[in-house]
């Protein structure tokens, strides 16, 4: 039985979770020196924070401190809209895999960030929530081909998740 969680924490708890889910399995290794860079949005399930993005990215870089630098960029309301930076915080919550995360944009809270599909040339990932409430695809190039599209959407969904509240991102910033 799913519980549902109470109005007033929605904002902050949704991220973290207040029902039980299926265990989500994660990708067996991620070597942070392959993914760190730049990566482009191809799809993601639609979230009030990034209400208004276009042509969305995100940019991993390690520090010398114990966390992975994240910088989330997006043009707002069009494809030459005003540019928006969030930058944040990645801390490795598994070792032993490097696939758990748990990204900080705002002191003090922390979301979990797994990812659960990851190339072996590391040029796609799909990275999601353990309650399948939060799924972004992500490509190092602006856009994907229709065949690994489609091939993701079938491990997605096998992974429990609604493909059907999945929305494309516009790439179409120059």
């Known amino acids: ?34 993914y760190i860079g730049k990566w482009y949005e191809i799809a993601s399930f639609p979230q009030s924070f990034q209400e208004g993005c276009f042509c969305s990215t995100a ?6 401190d114990d966390y992975i630098e994240v910088i989330n960029t997006c043009r707002k309301n069009g494809i030459i809209g005003e540019i928006k930076q969030v930058k944040g915080k990645a801390f490795i919550d598994d070792a032993s895999t490097n696939a758990k995360l748990k990204v900080q944009f705002f002191w003090p809270f922390k979301g979990k960030y797994w990812i659960i599909e990851l190339d072996e040339d590391y040029t796609y ?32 969904k096998d992974k429990g998740f609604d493909i059907t509240k999945l929305k494309k991102t516009n790439q179409e910033c120059k």
């Open 125 to 156: 990932a799909v990275v999601g929530h353990p309650n399948r409430d939060y799924l972004w695809i992500l490509s190092r190039t602006k856009k994907m081909d229709e065949k690994t599209y489609t091939m993701l959407l079938e491990k997605i």
């Open 1 to 34: 039985m799913k519980l549902p969680c109470p109005k007033f924490f929605i904002f902050f708890l949704a991220f973290f979770g207040c029902k039980s889910y299926p265990d989500l399995q994660v990708v067996d290794k991620v070597d942070f020196k392959k």
């Open 59 to 64: 940019e991993y870089n390690l520090t010398n």
